[in-house]
């Protein structure tokens, strides 16, 4: 028995390739708590209302589902780095149209062109970075992941309260081009022309339900997320009078510990399955939400920081439950559109998340409606979160495909063979 749980062997290539995959996922995480520090300077320069600066966040994410489906697809038939490299240089070309607007309709219409590159990204990004990885060492492989998305909504708000504050919110737009090429270089250089075994029926992936349920899951996780780091930023800048640097500072304790939640999970997913990470996440998301919703709690003192921290690190534990679970009930050659279902249901709950903060601030970002807003998210965690983290799988991690992905440097011909190796 002891021999079953001995780690797994994973190649160089493949770290390496999951690194230039992670690269590129956490462009547009950064991307999102990038941009939306600098809405309230936005709304500012343009002349516009704090709802309407919200229009940013929701067309992006719209135009990110929309062209998902595609994405998947397209990776699943034609490999993961061309369809990489494509959509980032559609996001590339987006961030720099919004960075010359002077209007908002313009400037939601150039993040609707990030959206579309993002949406073939995403997809590319996810089936890549597992390739090289057996289904029982997965967890690792998305603990590096989620944490590299705790860094990414770290360094996001320190970046984006920077840049605002010596160049403009249009620097904010600026610094994505750069950072686009560095992830098309990475991509070149680490992932393989062609990784999956061609095209292949997608009905049966419709309809299982711990994908379906994973989606859910991830839609819930960021809807809590973005529309929390909305709200935050509104209200700490625009209410409370902090400066886009000041503001972001406050929430890099959330950030921080998602990253560092993410290996945690990773580690606990592989050896006790997926549904435990998973419902200790939404518990402690929703108590962290529960206590600074409740009204006449202050929402910029020292008090709030360790409802803060139960909120990051439950947010944290959530982010590899849902992959690991979704990509080893299906195979390998699917993964673009098994990726493309999970990039769905968090864009879904990211849209979500941002068209409710705008709709929760309406009326003027005052600590009544922001803690109004953030008891729902605490009702979205206990008593939806909790009851769909059932749905996943409880025992560890022996149910993974039999199959072995082409060309990912990883041999599994049998599980008496892997031990030889």
């Known amino acids: 028995m002891r021999s079953q749980t001995s780690p797994v062997r994973v190649s160089r290539s493949a770290w390496s390739r999951l690194a230039a995959c992670t690269a590129a996922a956490a462009l547009l995480q950064l991307d999102g708590t990038l941009i939306t520090v600098a809405l309230p300077s936005v709304a500012h320069s343009m002349k516009v209302s704090s709802a309407s600066t919200s229009m940013v966040l929701t067309a992006y994410f719209a135009a990110y589902v929309v062209v998902l489906p595609m994405g998947g697809t397209l990776v699943d038939r ?49 089936a890549g970075a597992v390739s090289g990885f057996p ?14 998305a705790g860094v990414s909504n770290l360094l996001g708000p320190v970046l984006g309260g920077l840049l605002t504050i010596e160049l403009g919110w249009r620097g904010d737009w600026w610094a994505l081009v750069p950072l686009s090429i560095v992830a ?23 309809r299982k339900p711990v994908v379906l349920a994973a989606a859910f899951i991830a839609s819930i996780t960021f809807a809590v997320m973005i529309g929390s780091f909305y709200i935050g930023e509104q209200y700490l800048q625009r209410s409370v009078g902090y400066s886009a640097l000041g503001a972001s500072s406050v929430l890099v304790l959330v950030a921080l510990l998602v990253g560092g939640a993410a290996p945690v999970a990773g580690r606990l997913a592989d050896h006790r399955g997926e549904r435990l990470p998973a419902t200790i996440g939404f518990a402690l998301a929703g108590v962290g939400l529960l206590v600074l919703g409740l009204p006449g709690v202050p929402l910029h003192s020292l008090t709030t920081i360790l409802p803060l921290m139960a909120i990051g690190t439950g947010l944290g534990l959530l982010f590899v439950p849902v992959s690991r679970a979704a990509l080893n009930a299906t195979s390998s050659s699917v993964h673009g559109r098994t990726s493309a279902v999970l990039s769905g249901g968090r864009l879904v709950g990211a849209a979500t998340g941002a068209g409710l903060g705008g709709l929760a601030l309406s009326s003027g970002p005052t600590a009544a409606n922001v803690h109004s807003a953030l008891l ?46």
């Open 135 to 148: 289904p029982e060492a997965r967890g690792r492989a998305l603990g590096a992941w989620g944490a590299s």
């Open 376 to 421: 729902l998210g605490c009702a979205l965690c206990l008593a939806v979160g909790i009851p769909a983290s059932r749905l996943l799988r409880a025992p560890g991690p022996r149910r993974a495909e039999s199959s072995s992905p082409s060309g990912t440097g990883v041999g599994r011909p049998s599980r008496r063979g892997a031990r030889a190796r």
């Open 78 to 126: 034609y490999g993961p780095r061309s369809i990489a490299l494509i959509g980032l240089g559609i996001f590339a070309l987006g961030a720099a149209g919004g960075a010359l607007c002077s209007g908002i309709d313009a400037l939601v219409a150039t993040r609707i062109l990030q959206g579309a590159g993002a949406g073939l990204v995403s997809p590319a990004a996810l």
């Open 184 to 206: 098309v270089g990475a991509i070149r250089i680490h992932v393989p022309h062609t990784i999956n075994g061609g095209p292949s029926s997608s009905d049966a992936l419709t």
